[in-house]
């Protein structure tokens, strides 16, 4: 089963019993870049000089990645000149969270619940079904990170992106944070992947800054 970045973050985000997202907002922004960085990856779209152009539409046959590829042609379509990712990732971050975990339980790896809070609120709740998938990819996190094994191209993009949306404590929840950023610093500006690749990378992380100072200004 091939999990997607997006999908890999939002694993790492959920809570195993309880099915709640932790640090929500961050996790919003690391997902939706997730999918665009994916995208880059497979060749569907390019960002340069930050900002975002569909290059190939042909399906990659990953529900997820299709879903959003056909949302940012359409939008893109409606603009004069290739939009800024920064506007994509503000516009679709929710959408794509929501999207993420629907693709996680069609996959069968959480299921969906909902409870009562105080007895009035409901809430929705996605616990794990199969831990699996995320033993496998903490376990991959932990060799790069903790043991400094080379990352491949994907291990350092997702790491890329849980290290630009400050998402440590959920891929090493155990470990200060002094063990684990330098590490991670590190393979995000890393020469291990292809030039193409690390190009990718500095441009999402780049978005990833600036949304997050939006984010908190306001």
Sequence with gaps: MIV?????IMLLSLDDEAGAVRERQA????????IVLELVLAGRLSVDGGRITVVDTVPTRVGL??????????WAAGTRRPP??????????R??????????RERGLVSQEQR???GIFTVQRFPEVDGTVERELRARLQE???????????S?????LLHGAKLHRLAFPDRPAREVVPRMREVSEGQWVGESVRKAIREMQAAMTAVALVTMRS
């Design 156 to 160: 350092a993009g997702l790491i890329a």
């Design 4 to 8: 997607t970045l997006a999908e890999e």
């Design 144 to 154: 790069v990170v903790l043991r400094r094994a080379e990352p491949d191209d994907r």
């Design 27 to 34: 996790c919003q922004w690391a997902v939706a870049g997730g």
């Design 95 to 104: 959408k794509a969270l929501d999207a993420t975990v629907a693709s996680l």
């Design 65 to 74: 990645l299709d879903g959003r590829l056909r949302t940012i042609d359409t």
């Design 116 to 118: 009562k809070v105080l």
């Design 84 to 93: 800024k990712v920064t506007a994509w990732l503000t516009k679709d971050n």
